[in-house]
């Protein structure tokens, strides 16, 4: 099937044209409400048919959540959340430049939220968002298992229901309100969902197995940063790319990707993507030796094994690219981590039940907490929505301080790309039954 044509990466804005004062920004989208986005305008922009939260409607309680009409810190029926830490757990977001970086005033009317499916996770921190649009999720659902069966053949007859349950067309949408067309929702969706066949196949419970995990993810890796050899072995390594259902995946939607994404966005990716394999290997060490690390080294391996290569690549997937220069800065790499690592801990929570119902010993942070410190599993697992919240406030923080120190177009857009993607990822894990449950803890 031929590659869609996609238009090329938006270049940002000279930055002399876009030093202007956060509170300066914030107006001008009050005011421009509903005609443009208030980082830069982007040409082929979808319009909704409804009004619906996102980059270009709804109010925004919070500095960088596009799409988050309220804070949600309770429990659905109301009622708090017994045992310490009570307060931390319930904090309001906070931090240098909150306010100016509303969109809009609280007092305009909502967006429409989605009907609640799934229950919260009480006390956990996050953000209510508008259901994904449902034409885009059933055409981007549609195309990306015609991929996955027809270009790739990624999965036997029996994996199907399983990989209609995870409804990842859904999860993109929702985790890419600004994408101007199907086309780019597209590149994120075929990376997720090859993502995840080397996640089940060479890891978890699809065959995998942490005993030769580094050599399986080496040369899957070349599907992503090609192998560049003598002439005789260059047909041995590509013929290699085809031998399973991983790298053809790993291979296909890089293709993709590549031909969408400006060099630095694709090089962006192949870093992160190491940083991930690095992340299986580390954790895969463990299960060889039977050992619960340490609460601070399991959190520094999810820094590693976490989402981090899909809100990096918010950009490509909005049509717009944020320049290296930028994307290298300390200041965004640590809002990058923070944001990757809080929905990680959304992962560890809400998969909870699903793990301790698998074979073998999974290890997630509430495991790993109650085996280290001697915690009930009950006071574990409040204790990691505790950690969960906390690096989601600073997260928000951070951010909110760099685009105030750095008010550039493409910035503005690039964090709240990010917050979008926080905030779509905690509602496809609340909302898909099918996967996950909660512990009776409550």
């Not at 009409?69 to 931390?88: D, K, Q």
């Not at 994408?179 to 890891?203: G, K, Q, S, W």
């Not at 959304?346 to 039940?353: E, K």
């Not at 290890?363 to 989601?392: F, Q, T, W």
Request: proline residues 9%; contains cysteine; charged residues 20%.
């Amino acid at each position: 099937m031929p590659v869609p044509e996609l238009p090329p990466p938006r270049p940002s804005l000279p930055e002399a044209v876009t030093r202007f004062g956060v509170t300066a920004l914030g107006e001008v989208a009050a005011r421009a409400h509903g005609k443009s986005d208030a980082f830069g305008t982007w040409p082929g922009a979808p319009t909704p048919q409804a009004p619906r939260a996102g980059l270009l409607s709804g109010p925004s309680p919070n500095a960088l959540s596009p799409n988050a009409p309220a804070a949600t810190g309770v429990p659905a029926n109301g009622a708090p959340v017994a045992g310490p830490g009570l307060e931390r757990l319930l904090r309001g977001p906070h931090g240098l430049g909150t306010a100016g970086l509303r969109l809009v005033h609280r007092d305009e009317p909502s967006a429409p939220v989605a009907a609640e499916k799934g229950r919260p996770v009480p006390g956990l921190y996050h953000h209510t968002v508008a259901e994904p649009d449902p034409g885009r999720v059933d055409e981007v659902s549609r195309r990306i298992k015609a991929w996955a069966l027809d270009e790739v053949s990624l999965y036997p007859e029996e994996w199907e229901e399983q990989f209609d349950g995870f409804s990842v067309g859904r999860y993109m949408v929702g985790c890419h309100p600004d994408a101007p067309t199907v086309d780019h929702l597209m590149l994120a969706t075929r990376l997720m969902v090859a993502e995840n066949a080397v996640d089940d196949c060479y890891c978890e419970d699809h065959g995998g197995s942490p005993v030769g995990l580094g050599e399986r993810l080496l040369l899957a890796h070349t599907a992503l940063d090609p192998l560049h050899t003598v002439r005789e072995y260059q047909p041995d390594w590509a013929a290699s790319l085809h031998a399973d259902a991983p790298r053809r995946a790993y291979r296909s939607a890089m293709d993709y990707f590549v031909r969408a994404a400006g060099p630095s966005q694709a090089d962006r990716l192949r870093h992160d993507m190491a940083r991930l394999h690095l992340g299986y290997l580390a954790e895969a060490a463990w299960a060889q030796q039977d050992q619960v690390p340490e609460v601070w080294e399991y959190l520094a391996m999810r820094q590693f094994n976490n989402f981090r290569p899909c809100p990096t690549i918010t950009d490509t997937v909005g049509g717009y690219e944020l320049p290296a220069d930028l994307h290298a800065r300390a200041d965004l790499q640590k809002v990058i981590a923070l944001a990757s690592n809080a929905t990680t801990i959304v992962n560890d929570l809400y998969s909870y039940t699903k793990e301790l119902d698998a074979p073998g010993r999974h290890l997630n942070l509430p495991v790993v907490i109650a085996e280290r410190e001697g915690l009930s599993d009950k006071d574990a697992y409040l204790k990691s929505v505790e950690i969960h919240n906390e690096l989601m406030h600073e997260f928000e923080s951070e951010a909110a301080a760099l685009a105030a120190a750095c008010p550039v177009l493409s910035v503005g857009r690039f964090l709240r790309g990010v917050a979008a993607w926080v905030d779509g990822n905690h509602h496809w894990h609340q909302s898909n039954t099918y996967r996950y449950s909660l512990p009776d803890f409550w």
